[in-house]
């Protein structure tokens, strides 16, 4: 059974960094990409960055593109997602997400594509001003 488990979260003042990890127990197959997503109250979740499990090629929203970075330590089946110069608007909370069978997911995320298997419980981000 495949679980993947959210840690790192918190709240920090604007311009801090935060480090998300998410750890992935089980084999999950047919699996294309692992993101991260999020959602603020009241807002649609949002994808942030993807990573192609197989080419490594990342991708972003627009809106962290340069202050956010996603990785995967092969090794301990960990995602991560490093943040940096945090801003108001990047308090939500932040799920994980595995299982994509499409080899497009990755760039499709930023855009919205959803179809992941595997869900975290979610880690809350909360920035102030």
């Known amino acids: 059974q495949v679980q993947l488990v959210e840690s790192g979260g918190g709240s920090v003042q604007a311009g801090g960094s935060l480090r998300l990890s998410c750890a992935a127990s089980?084999?999950?197959?047919?699996?294309?990409?692992m993101a991260w997503f999020r959602q603020a109250p009241g807002k649609e979740r949002e994808g942030v960055a993807g990573?192609?499990?197989?080419?490594?090629?990342?991708y972003y929203t627009d809106s962290v593109n340069g202050r956010f970075t996603i990785s995967r330590d092969n090794d301990k089946n960990t995602l991560y997602l490093q943040m940096h110069s945090l801003k108001p608007e990047d308090t939500a909370m932040y799920y994980c997400?595995?299982?994509?069978?499409?080899?497009?997911?990755?760039?499709?995320?930023?855009?919205?594509?959803?179809?992941?298997?595997?869900w975290g419980q979610g880690t809350q981000v909360t920035v102030s001003s």
């Open positions: 997400a595995a299982g994509s069978r499409s080899p497009t997911a990755c760039r499709a995320v930023v855009r919205g594509y959803a179809d992941f298997r595997y």
């Open positions: 089980g084999y999950i197959s047919s699996n294309h990409c």
């Open positions: 990573i192609d499990i197989g080419g490594g090629s990342t």
